[in-house]
């Protein structure tokens, strides 16, 4: 039974933003039931500065300026406290516009990294930095690949993803970058056929393919990939796939995956928190995902800054991490960066549909 009687005046309203359409839609059952496990853990004890935690979820496969609307008539009633959500940096920028810092918005998502991070933005995902550029370097020196191709959504989390895997090889030297990224291409959300790319002879001088698209597009292009035989050569590495990808494109389509994740189900220290989760929702619920996972990752992160600041207001909140404070949650003692949460990364392999995890690349 709820401590908190249900009083709206004792609730605090989370707006939780997840593609229900499109190409990430296929995340959005793990998502939501990740971040009902946080809620359910929250509010079995004090809940956030003693209030209960209450999660409304809105559809972020809209486009972009559509989402932001919503968001904003929301805003506009007074009754929503802060946003989360797993959605496309094209959404978050959006949504920021309108937040305006206004109240605490946790994006749970893996992003490009940004130059300058808006007022009451808080980045729970991972930047190229913290997790893929750590894993090119791991594949460099463990299976000596060299060479890539890039394959990516026409947006600014790919494109800009790009830049830094370019920065990234060039800074080796002696050899010129377009050695390095012989091809690269940027396509619609939802495209069906690959073939023009993975056609085009400049493949063939690479090691692999950074796969930087998304959701249902990823599965796609690994089906195409694997069944014209390139998996049998050459590897993919992808900081845009989960259990639900995997599946989607079926235990054939992943050989010689490679996926940087601060999380894996198998991981260390994570069976615990498979079983909560198999407990509220049943053996058969969504599979919790290095995805999901970052969802229920934000709504705890928020419980231990709103306590460490004493309250939700966004400039107490960014003086509450400023100082890079260690914060308890139940993935442990995490520690902040500016806005940005700090989680050590992994890299895994795909086996079948299932992980492997291989080593720990990012402290």
């Not at 060479?147 to 080796?172: K, S």
């Amino acid at each position: 039974m709820t401590p908190f009687r249900g009083s709206p005046e004792n609730c605090i309203e989370i707006l939780n933003i997840v593609p229900l359409q499109g190409p990430g839609g296929i995340f959005a059952p793990s998502c939501e039931a990740a971040i009902s496990l946080a809620a359910e853990e929250i509010n079995s004890g004090t809940g956030i500065l003693g209030r209960e935690l209450r999660v409304t979820h809105i559809d972020g496969g809209r486009e972009p300026a559509e989402v932001a609307r919503e968001v904003s008539a929301l805003l506009a009633t007074g009754m929503v406290h802060a946003i989360t959500g797993w959605h496309t940096s094209a959404v978050r920028r959006a949504v920021t516009r309108v937040t305006a810092g206004r109240v605490p918005y946790l994006f749970a998502t893996d992003h490009e990294g940004l130059d300058v991070v808006p007022p009451g933005l808080f980045l729970v995902g991972s930047d190229p930095a913290r997790q893929l550029l750590p894993a090119l370097r791991w594949l460099r020196r463990e299976l000596g690949a060299r060479r890539w191709a890039i394959i990516g959504n026409d947006y600014v989390w790919p494109r800009r993803t790009a830049a830094a895997v370019r920065a990234e090889l060039g800074a080796h030297g002696g050899i010129a970058l377009e050695k390095f990224v012989p091809l690269e291409k940027f396509v619609p959300f939802g495209t069906e056929d690959f073939g023009d790319f993975l056609a085009d002879p400049r493949l063939d001088r690479c090691d692999g393919v950074i796969v930087l698209l998304v959701g249902a597009d990823v599965a796609r292009f690994n089906r195409q990939f694997a069944l014209i035989g390139r998996d049998e050569s050459q590897l993919r590495v992808s900081p845009a796939v989960d259990d639900n990808v995997l599946l989607a494109a079926g235990a054939n389509a992943n050989r010689n995956l490679y996926v940087p994740s601060s999380f894996f189900v198998n991981g260390p220290a994570n069976r615990e928190r498979l079983d909560r989760y198999r407990r509220l929702h049943g053996e058969f619920a969504p599979a919790l995902t290095n995805f999901s996972n970052t969802e229920y990752e934000a709504l705890h992160a928020l419980r231990a800054m709103a306590h460490a600041a004493g309250s939700l207001d966004v400039r107490g909140l960014h003086n509450a991490v400023a100082n890079g404070p260690v914060l308890e949650t139940p993935s442990g003692r995490l520690g902040f960066d500016g806005s940005q949460l700090l989680f050590p990364s992994y890299i895994a392999r795909a086996d079948g549909i299932r992980f492997d995890v291989l080593d720990r690349i990012c402290a």
